[in-house]
């Protein structure tokens, strides 16, 4: 969905290194998440902002921080990267104006942790 | 225990088949139901939305929902090629902070053969 983007599509990184991940969200949505997705595991929740000034832990988010830099900004960075952080990573934006809070997700990050 | 159980797969049914794809839940103040169709590469793209327990029908695809076995399906009639994909279930509670969280199964794998 290109209303959602992720930058960047792929990165190869080493052990130790900082890294940051971005999206931005054309939807006009006030809420967003960041998780990440292993082979059997799932779409775990690391982190979701449900505006500018309110930031919340997931179920993961050890090793993990985020930053809300306007309503249609939130990254996440792993301030020093381990094999373990290895993932396909998917931000996603919902509307709290709606109903359903349909969450919507961008294309995915796939990182790999040397 | 995970609170969401989803078959993994992977699945291989021939083209015009009927699928069914389940997932059960062991948290009771899940409300809200929610299938989503995950291509190759892509990210999570919502398919189904259904409130408490009973049926929902959108062209081939059918969702149920029986909250007594804390327990939900997905059907697909006449399946196609082109339904091949990971299919997730997720699901929510109500409430301001819990009903944007959601919860996701570990998504089963499905091929529909020509």
């Known amino acids: 969905d290109a209303d959602v983007t992720q930058t960047p599509r792929n990165r190869i990184t080493k052990t130790g290194k900082r890294i940051m991940l971005e999206c931005s969200q054309t939807?006009?949505?006030?809420?967003m998440y960041w998780y990440r997705q292993d082979p059997g595991l799932g779409l775990q929740l690391i982190y979701y902002?449900?505006?500018?000034?309110?930031?919340n832990k997931g179920e993961i988010s050890d090793g993990y921080s985020v930053s809300r830099q306007a309503q249609a900004k939130f990254s996440l960075s792993l301030e020093s990267a381990i094999p373990n952080q290895t993932a396909l990573y998917f931000c996603?934006?919902?509307?709290?104006?709606?109903?359903?809070?349909?969450?919507?997700f961008g294309p995915g990050t796939r990182l790999t942790v040397l | 225990q995970k609170e969401v159980e989803q078959d993994p797969g992977p699945l291989s049914v021939p083209e015009g088949a009927i699928v069914s794809l389940n997932c059960t839940y062991s948290?009771?103040?899940?409300?809200?139901f929610m299938w989503y169709r995950q291509y190759s590469r892509k990210g999570p793209e919502l398919l189904m939305y259904?409130?408490?327990?009973g049926n929902k029908e959108d062209g081939r695809f059918t969702a149920q929902v029986d909250k007594s076995s804390k327990y939900i399906s997905l059907f697909i009639r006449d399946s196609q090629p082109s339904d091949s994909a990971t299919y997730l279930c997720?699901?929510?509670?109500?409430?301001?902070?819990?009903?944007?969280?959601?919860?996701f199964g570990e998504g089963t794998q499905l091929t529909v053969n020509p």
């Open positions: 996603a934006t919902s509307d709290s104006r709606r109903a359903t809070d349909t969450q919507y």
């Open positions: 939807k006009g949505h006030d809420r």
């Open positions: 259904t409130y408490s327990s």
């Open positions: 997720a699901m929510s509670g109500t409430g301001e902070t819990s009903g944007s969280r959601l919860t």
């Open positions: 948290n009771s103040a899940f409300q809200y």
């Open positions: 902002s449900f505006d500018v000034k309110d930031i």
